[in-house]
């Protein structure tokens, strides 16, 4: 089983920072990528940002700038660091997990951490 957790959501005002963190656990074997998805009130689930095992990293075009995804292999851990939060990124942010299953790739995803950015 794989379990992922992520954490650092909350109440954040426009202009300050936060950083999401994404636990991974369980059976983690050959990791094809880690990414970060949100889903704001009435809309779809979009991309933020994606790293792959070997570090490279690829941002959906709305989010670069602001957000900044890394992530420590020791510890399982993804990060993604946002500066100057919008109300517009209001949503709930998803942990995404892709592994090597077969001849393909199954994907895992955390419950999700809500932020709210508001003054």
């Known amino acids: 089983q794989v379990q992922l957790v992520e954490s650092g959501g909350g109440l954040v005002q426009p202009g300050g920072s936060l950083r999401l963190s994404c636990a991974a656990s369980?059976?983690?074997?050959?990791?094809?990528?880690m990414g970060w998805y949100r889903q704001a009130p009435g809309k779809q689930r979009e991309l933020v940002a994606t790293?792959?095992?070997?570090?490279?990293?690829n941002y959906a075009d709305s989010m670069k700038g602001r957000f900044t995804i890394s992530k420590d292999n020791a510890k399982n851990t993804m990060y993604l660091q946002i500066n100057s939060p919008k109300p517009a990124d209001t949503a709930l942010y998803y942990c995404?997990?892709?592994?090597?299953?077969?001849?393909?790739?199954?994907?895992?995803w955390g419950p999700g951490t809500h932020i709210t950015v508001s003054s």
């Open positions: 369980g059976s983690i074997r050959s990791i094809v990528a």
């Open positions: 995404n997990l892709v592994l090597k299953s077969g001849w393909g790739t199954k994907d895992y």
């Open positions: 790293i792959t095992s070997d570090g490279s990293t």
